[in-house]
């Protein structure tokens, strides 16, 4: 190998660790906070070094120093869109924790999410931790890392990504994540509109008796008990979701 081409391919290893690295701090189960940043970080190290060979032939380092600032930034930009939306499709577990707590009569029960450091329903909380180790255990990061490479496919190299493709991207991210919880809480939502309608029917025919009492224990009982009912059918959708958003860009 000459010297002289030592300096380009540092340059090409640098453009692809700013789109590689950038995506594997947001994926879904290899980006959490919890995770150590530098194992995260020698993750994306030894990906981008696997994938520079395929990407080498679609990136063209630029002569000038402002074309490849200007080229670097669009890899970084990419990456960024891309773990963005992947992470707002994960947010559907949070969602439909929230709307469960709601619906058991545990929205006042906060903790702190450790993936994101922010006070949220611990039902949240709970779904969000089981749905990461269901993505680990089941290989779903595997495709997520398929999806780093086949993005070069997708959106190539080239400057900035197109407004155009990142805002459709976000909005069927964000509609996909949202339709998503609700699926997952559709049990929920079910029982706390029938939980509802019932304590109101109850506190017609009695007048005397201290609803409030009766039915806080009674929604949170009954809550649980779907919880367990319903949790595996919940984890299945939020998975199949996930796994279709990231197959997208694998092209599966």
Do not use: K, W
């Not at 692809?16 to 994926?27: K, N, S």
């Not at 063209?60 to 869109?81: H, R």
């Not at 019932?198 to 025919?205: I, K, P, S």
């Not at 224990?217 to 959708?237: E, N, T």
């Amino acid at each position: 190998m000459q010297i002289a081409i030592l300096p380009q391919i540092g340059a090409l290893f640098v453009l692809v660790f700013a789109r590689v690295g950038t995506l594997v701090m947001l994926m879904p189960g290899i980006g959490e906070r919890f995770i150590f940043s530098r194992a995260r970080l020698s993750l994306a190290f030894f990906i981008a070094l696997m994938i520079l060979p395929m990407a080498r032939p679609s990136l063209q380092i630029p002569e000038t120093l402002p074309a490849l600032a200007t080229l670097l930034i669009g890899e970084l930009l990419i990456g960024l869109v891309i773990g963005v939306c992947a992470r707002l499709v994960m947010a559907a577990l949070q969602t439909a924790g929230t709307i469960v707590a709601q619906s058991m009569g545990l929205g006042f029960a906060m903790t702190v999410d450790p993936t994101g450091g922010n006070q949220n329903p611990s039902i949240g909380n709970f779904l969000t931790m089981l749905g990461i180790t269901l993505i680990l255990t089941s290989d779903l990061h595997h495709i997520a890392i398929a999806a780093i490479h086949e993005s070069y496919r997708l959106l190539p190299p080239g400057g900035a990504p197109d407004l155009t493709d990142v805002m459709t991207l976000a909005v069927r991210s964000t509609a996909q994540g949202f339709a998503l919880a609700v699926q997952i809480a559709a049990p929920f939502i079910v029982f706390g509109l029938l939980f509802n309608l019932g304590l109101g029917v109850l506190a017609r025919m009695m007048p005397q008796l201290q609803v409030f009492f009766l039915a806080v224990p009674a929604s949170i009982f009954g809550g649980m008990l779907m919880l367990l009912v319903v949790l595996g059918v919940m984890m299945s959708v939020f998975m199949n979701g996930l796994g279709v958003f990231l197959r997208q860009f694998t092209g599966g």
